[in-house]
């Protein structure tokens, strides 16, 4: 039904809402964790397939704009986590975590890594990927009426280059098994997002990823998560859903800000403007901006920055904002 309404990553999102009421309502089912390992790593291969030489050179061309953009993003995003946090709406780094402007699955995982709450960090990083989305098509369709045809979409069964796809499966099940016996947070997305994305700039080979594939690979994420809510939890996070849609829709107002400043600076259109600082993740950006009439290069350039820049910076953020909200609660009592 999610993929009718075509929301974004909606095999997903579906999982997660089946894994949630089979747990919610005393259900047994249990995931091995080697297969949710397995299918992060095949994500994190899923980000760097957006990861191309195009988008290098756009980024090395532009990287002090890229740079100081995408660090303009994060601290709106940081400043919102903090705040909530300080308000107590959601427990420790999991309010930093939840804000984030990465890709959904990724911060989920490295929240998990740094003390988060999975259960509400997926909540409303989801939330706020699925209104981001749902903004930004509306934006997109008011804006400009576009004469570019909508992206052609592969058939959950189409046939795919032997090549690259095998290099692809040893890639992701190497670094799956790394990242298990690593003590990195989150090792395997992180180890097959670099080494696959290296390759690939590189020339060595390109990432490929049959449909039918990353359909296993997120309902198997979307279950894990699920599974993990209690009946607790979920009362807790529907009575903050009214705040937390406020503080994504002030998200997305201080990023359209943001858009009209790097507007203003580099030239650049404004609905290039706004996909380029959009907090939502890179990938259902990409799909709303190819069917519009926007320098695409640019958007997805910006996008991959921020999101290699909260990968760098996101572990210390959240270890200082700790440490700042228990300052200031102690210096409140």
């Known amino acids: 039904m999610i993929e009718l309404i075509r929301l974004p990553a909606a095999a997903l999102l579906g ?96 929240a998990e890594a740094f003390g988060g709450d999975i259960r509400l960090v997926a909540f409303m990083q989801f939330l706020r990927m699925v209104l981001v989305a749902a903004v930004g098509s509306i934006i997109a369709r008011v804006w400009i009426v576009s004469d570019k045809p909508p992206p052609i979409t592969a058939g959950w069964f189409d046939a795919v280059p032997f090549e690259p796809f095998t290099a692809t499966v040893l890639i992701a099940l190497t670094c799956a098994v790394i990242g298990a016996r690593s003590k990195l947070p989150g090792g395997a997305v992180l180890l097959a997002l670099l080494s696959s994305a290296g390759l690939q700039v590189a020339g060595v080979t390109t990432i490929t990823l049959p449909p039918l594939l990353l359909l296993v690979c997120y309902s198997i994420f979307g279950w894990f998560i699920g599974l993990r809510f209690t009946r607790e939890i979920v009362i807790y996070a529907a009575r903050l859903t009214l705040r937390i849609i406020g503080a994504i829709f002030g998200l997305i107002g201080g990023c359209c800000a943001l858009a009209y400043v790097l507007h203003l600076v580099a030239g650049v259109d404004m609905l290039t403007a706004y996909f380029a600082t959009s907090p939502g993740g890179a990938d259902s950006v990409a799909i709303i901006a190819s069917s519009s009439q926007v320098n695409l290069p640019f958007v997805m350039a910006m996008q991959v920055t921020r999101f290699l820049l909260v990968l760098a910076l996101g572990p210390l953020v959240a270890r200082a904002s700790v440490r700042w909200v228990a300052r200031k609660g102690s210096d409140a009592v």
């Not at 949630?20 to 095949?42: D, H, K, S």
């Not at 704009?65 to 420790?92: D, E, N, Y």
């Not at 930093?96 to 995982?109: E, K």
């Open 15 to 110: 999982a997660m809402m089946a894994g949630m009421l089979v747990a919610t309502n005393q259900g047994q089912v249990v995931l091995p964790r080697w297969v949710f390992i397995t299918a992060q790593a095949f994500i994190g291969c899923l980000m760097a397939r957006s990861i191309t030489r195009e988008i290098v050179t756009e980024m090395y061309g532009h990287w002090p704009l890229f740079l100081g953009s995408g660090l303009a993003v994060i601290a709106i995003c940081s400043g919102l986590g903090l705040q909530m946090a300080r308000k107590q709406m959601l427990p420790g780094t999991t309010a930093i975590w939840g804000s984030s402007p990465g890709a959904s699955s990724v911060m989920v995982l490295m």
